[in-house]
């Protein structure tokens, strides 16, 4: 089967590639299958473009092949946390702008322009993959459609998200409406699991913005 060919439901927790042209996808895929002599058995997906909202929350790596960056693909990069993946993104580009890294703020997005080599990549790639082994999740996340209301800490208004997934450690959240928020707002959340039959208020930190998603980490443990 061929890279443009991969099933959308296939599991992809390794290192997943996504580009649009079919032969540049088999590159990359057969180049980053050479870090599996020094990481056993890490599987390498390669996925068209538009099945970019099917990234494994659990993948360890995710290589977007672009042409040029520019601010729409921002969009792009959205659609790849859209099932919850929030590891290490790598950007590939021909002609990168200097600002490029400026204009989207957020530390796991590296941006690579392909002209500084194939042994700086795989290096990059190496050290990702590394790093997302000693970061380990502290807590499992439990995948859900409650509801939550938001209120930022010192401020009477209150918006509705729908909670996507939430651990003793955070949450991510899908705001229903549009709000004014920044990164390191405190907030106050009333989050009800209907499931359990419980209601909490609990206090946290915003640690990300990417609307209409943003996630939190809880400043006390909620489950």
């Not at 895929?29 to 002599?37: A, D, M, S, T, V």
Request: glycine fraction near 10%; charged fraction near 25%.
């Amino acid at each position: 089967m061929g890279a443009a060919e991969q099933p959308v439901n296939a599991k992809n927790d390794g290192i997943v590639i996504l580009s649009r042209e079919n032969k540049t996808r088999g590159d990359l895929k057969r180049l980053f299958e050479g870090l599996n002599y020094e990481f056993a058995n890490l599987k390498v997906v390669a996925l068209d473009m538009n099945q970019l909202g099917h990234i494994e929350p659990d993948a360890r790596l995710v290589v977007l092949d672009l042409e040029t960056w520019i601010p729409s693909d921002e969009l792009a990069l959205n659609e790849v946390r859209v099932n919850g993946y929030e590891g290490p993104v790598v950007v590939l580009t021909k002609r990168l702008s200097e600002n490029a890294s400026s204009t989207y703020g957020e530390e796991k997005v590296i941006f690579f322009d392909r002209g500084r080599g194939i042994d700086e990549l795989l290096g990059i790639g190496k050290r990702l993959i590394q790093g997302q082994a000693g970061s380990a999740r502290k807590f499992i996340r439990h995948f859900t459609n409650e509801k939550a209301e938001v209120r930022i800490d010192g401020n009477p208004s209150v918006f509705q998200c729908k909670v996507r997934n939430i651990s003793k450690g955070g949450a991510l959240l899908i705001a229903d409406q549009a709000f004014a928020l920044g990164v390191g707002d405190n907030v106050v959340l009333k989050i009800h699991l209907t499931q359990l039959k419980r209601l909490y208020h609990v206090r946290a930190r915003v640690a990300w913005i990417r609307l209409p998603k943003f996630g939190v980490e809880f400043v006390a443990g909620v489950l």
